[in-house]
């Protein structure tokens, strides 16, 4: 697509600028074969127009498979907005970032991503109904973190059951890279079922305080994914796992909340060989557009919630499964599962 290698057909991707504000955004609609398309908004300082859009046309695919998997009545979708250099108007800025959303009448909904909040979510409700992720008063709503933290937490308690051969996460040592708004609730439901932790962030702040209040070891940023563990969570930015990391892999298992994590799917490859099991990033960490979607149609509260995110577990255990009857990986099987459920569900 465009060009850029790696990139699929998508149904409709608008650049949106508006001179007032400085906003330059794409809102990419990958498919909306199952619903509209339902994806977060990405808030990044991208070293250019080009590698704005790559990144986009990437998340709103994997938004795709994601829903699919998570069997959500929603399409595929993602929207970037390229950070405006200096200070800005932020509550401008998503306004017009808004009128965009309601320009596409519904083929697109956002939510939250990284670098944008619950308070921008809540701004743009003038400009747009196709917007969610928004505390409500008395009603289910809000940040989707904690549920993207839990979706992969449970995952990783499948992964160790059925990879490691472990019970419980007792002992069971996972690194964690970035202690972000997933990274840091996920390192408190891993320290409560008893893991031990070894953390890496670039901000000092959220490793000291998880050496304070985790008793987590603190790793430099360069060497966390070679850390010597069970399992490592990548919960920072995409592509960590690529031909120069995963030879210095050490955990036997990966289950993290960073949305594209292999390279390629030939890493996927790699990592099989090598006889880690990844589990599928879009597979894990549905939990936060469970809880937008449901959310969205303004259903369930907060125990419903958690309950269909647990389900993720069993989705876990369901590929691993796939993956030894079909003897491929885990990568591969995910992806052909999920684009057999891009369709109209029933
Ligand atoms: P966040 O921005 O709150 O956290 C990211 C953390 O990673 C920050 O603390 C940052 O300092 C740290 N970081 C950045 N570069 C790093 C590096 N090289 N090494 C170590 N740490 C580094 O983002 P959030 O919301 O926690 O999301 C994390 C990942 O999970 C992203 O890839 C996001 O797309 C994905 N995700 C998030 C969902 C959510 O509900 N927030 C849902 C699904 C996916």
Redesign the pocket.
Known sequence: LFGLPGQEAHERVLLATDEQTGLKAILAVHSTARGPAFGGCRVWAYDNELAALNDALRLSQGMSLKNALADLPFGGGKAVIIKPAGTFDRPALFAAFGRAVESLQGAYITA????TTTADMRGMQAQTRYVSGIPREGAFGGD??P??AWGVFVSIQAGVRLHLGRESLQGVRVAL???????WHLAEFLHKAGAQLVV????AA?VARAQAELGAQALG?LD?LSADVDVLAP????ASLNAQTIPTLRAQLVAG???NQLATTEDGDTLQRRGICYLPDYLV?AG??ISVAREYRNEGEESAVMAEVSRIGDRVAELLDRVKREDSTPARVADAWARAKLVKPA
């Not at 890279?177 to 990274?183: C, I, P």
């Not at 890496?200 to 901000?203: G, K, N, S, T």
């Open positions: 939250e991503d990284v670098g989707p973190s549920k993207t890279q970035g202690l972000g708004a997933v990274g890496a962030d670039v901000d959220k940023v966390i919960c920072a930015l995409g909340a960073a949305n960490n936060g557009i």
